[in-house]
């Protein structure tokens, strides 16, 4: 037993990203025996494997790096255990504080250094953080727009802060909508799913619309993020009016041309009415597709209370744009 796995890790070293198949082929044993064996390296954690069937291959994990010398300060430590997550370019998501020195030691950064400035740097952007943990990006919409037509704006997280990129919400967005792996997008769902309910309950939402997408994927993670929720809301129906060319959001550097964009896509049918709407959305930007949406919620007359925004991400400084997602 201990051989064979030895032969397999050796042969992962040697070809690189391999198949159970030719794994099978190389050591010679049955399909159920490989499938054991494997199932055992990744247990130990000496491999991992990428892909869904039929298309599944086997790679060896990067040498260990030795944790056992670093010693955060406990309040560190936890803000490092809750907060940070990367994915590395193979596709394996790390959390954590191995995940953080692992990332420190890749980017010849001191662990100890490191953590003290995440732990700051988190700090400052957590001041913006309500006690619900929501964001109120409400004055940064009103920074930007001549008329406003959205009564606030909430976002879950900052897309990425000073220094350490992404946080770990738009980590698991970006790789959610580009990946189009709905267990991805299902624990996504998940780790949002009660500030979202937090926020229905406080403003009394009793109705509720999803962005639609500009661009056409298999698995479109707004519709995902929708069936995964549940609410228990009626749902406002969103018109995304199809261009001979479709622009998307993200493309548009100027302000102007993203007001513009929403203006001639975005439509409401819908006849009834409700009290108050709320609108989810990605990530937001200029908060224009925002914006727009409400105005045009208002304009059809169908809520007789206030048009919440809501996105899962959102930039941190003025009209940032988040063209990744």
Not at 10 to 17: D, H, M, V
Not at 163 to 179: A, E
Not at 239 to 265: H, Y
Request: positive net charge; hydrophobic residues 35%; aromatic residues 10%.
């Amino acid at each position: 037993m201990k051989e064979t796995k030895q032969k397999i890790i050796k042969y992962i070293e040697k070809r690189g990203p391999v198949s159970a198949k030719e794994l099978t082929d190389y050591i010679g044993i049955s399909k159920q025996a490989m499938f054991v064996h494997l199932k055992t390296l990744i247990e130990k954690d000496f491999i991992y494997k990428i892909g869904t069937p039929p298309k599944v291959f086997y790679i060896l994990k990067e040498k260990t790096i030795d944790f056992e010398d670093v010693f955060f300060e406990e309040e560190i430590r936890n803000v490092i255990e809750d907060n940070f997550l990367f994915i590395t370019p193979g596709g394996e998501i790390k959390e954590g504080t191995k995940a953080f020195i692992y990332w420190c030691r890749s980017n010849n950064l001191e662990p100890i250094k490191t953590g003290k400035d995440y732990y700051n740097t988190l700090k400052k952007y957590n001041k913006y953080k309500l006690k619900s943990g929501l964001i109120d990006g409400t004055q940064k919409i009103k920074n930007s727009f001549e008329k406003i037509n959205i009564d606030k704006v909430f976002y879950l997280d900052f897309y990425a802060i000073e220094m350490f990129g992404k946080t770990k919400l738009g980590q698991y967005l970006l790789y959610s909508k580009q990946s189009q792996d709905k267990k991805m997008i299902k624990n996504l769902s998940d780790f949002i799913k009660g500030k979202v309910l937090g926020l229905i309950d406080e403003y009394n939402i009793d109705a509720v619309c999803f962005v639609p997408p500009t661009v056409k994927r298999e698995v479109q993670l707004m519709k995902e993020l929708e069936n995964n929720l549940k609410l228990n809301l009626n749902k406002v129906k969103i018109v995304k009016v199809k261009s001979d060319i479709a622009i998307p959001q993200k493309t548009l550097n100027k302000l102007d041309d993203r007001i513009k964009n929403a203006e001639q896509t975005f439509f409401i049918d819908e006849k009834r009415q409700y009290d108050n709407i709320l609108i989810i959305d990605d990530a937001v930007g200029s908060g224009a597709t925002l914006n727009i949406i409400a105005e045009k919620i208002k304009k059809a007359k169908i809520n007789k209370g206030k048009v919440i925004g809501l996105a899962i991400t959102g930039s941190y400084k003025g009209f940032d744009i988040i063209s990744e997602v």
